[in-house]
């Protein structure tokens, strides 16, 4: 199977809740990743809400990110 994020929820600052096809969520901290210049415009929240889903989360300037490692480097919730 290949692996999808189905739902996305904003939690709060750099934070999103992620669903994925196999029916596990985490939530994860984007905060860490804002170094990277692929992330850097995210610092600003109004811009980091802004995500879109297709299969992943995606921004407008071009980011996105691999569900395995949302799966990976999430917290498992419940």
């Given at each position: 199977?290949?692996?999808?994020?189905?739902?996305?929820?904003?939690?709060?600052?750099?934070?999103?809740?992620?669903?994925?096809?196999?029916?596990?969520?985490?939530?994860?901290d984007f905060?860490?990743?804002?170094?990277?210049?692929?992330?850097?415009?995210?610092?600003?929240e109004k811009?980091?809400?802004?995500?879109?889903?297709?299969?992943?989360?995606?921004?407008?300037?071009?980011?996105?990110?691999?569900?395995?490692?949302?799966?990976?480097?999430?917290?498992?919730?419940?």
């Amino acid at each position: 199977m290949i692996l999808k994020v189905t739902d996305v929820e904003y939690l709060g600052g750099h934070t999103l809740l992620c669903g994925f096809n196999n029916g596990e969520k985490r939530k994860m901290d984007f905060a860490p990743l804002l170094k990277y210049p692929a992330f850097e415009e995210l610092k600003d929240e109004k811009m980091f809400v802004q995500f879109g889903l297709l299969d992943t989360i995606f921004w407008s300037n071009g980011a996105d990110i691999a569900p395995e490692y949302l799966l990976e480097h999430g917290e498992k919730v419940a």
